[in-house]
Each structure stands twice: as C-alpha cells, then as structure tokens.
C-alpha cells in the first residue's frame, strides 16, 4: 500500500495523483469505490469543469461586456 500514489485534492472529489510530478497526469472522479477519469490532465479538467459560464444575468452581464 506504499507504493500507491497519493490523490492531490483539486476539487470536491477530484483528484490529481502525486506520482512523477510532470505535466499530463490525469485527473480522477472519486466517490466511494467509483472512479473515472474526469480529465486528461489539469487543463483539460478545468475545460470540462468551469467552461459553461451562464453569460445573461439581468445587469450583471451587461458589466462583464
């Protein structure tokens, strides 16, 4: 069990394993005993994550523009 990776936290329950500290590690959904692969690597899970902005917000949106 030593030799098991540890899971960095990103997210809730996304997790970035600690293993050779290079770019494009994956990023896993763990919940209980399922678990799947939620990116390629960290940009891509941020992509998938955070990309759908809800841009009409009654004068909140007229701001951002």
Request: negative net charge; glycine residues 4%.
């Amino acid at each position: 069990m030593d030799k098991v990776p540890k899971l960095i936290p990103i997210y809730s329950h996304r997790y970035i394993p600690s293993s050779l500290n290079e770019i494009g590690n994956p990023v896993y959904s763990v919940h209980q005993t399922d678990i799947i692969y939620y990116g390629k690597d960290l940009w891509d899970y941020f992509n998938i994550a955070f990309n759908e902005i809800k841009t009409n917000i009654l004068f909140w949106s007229e701001l951002c523009e």
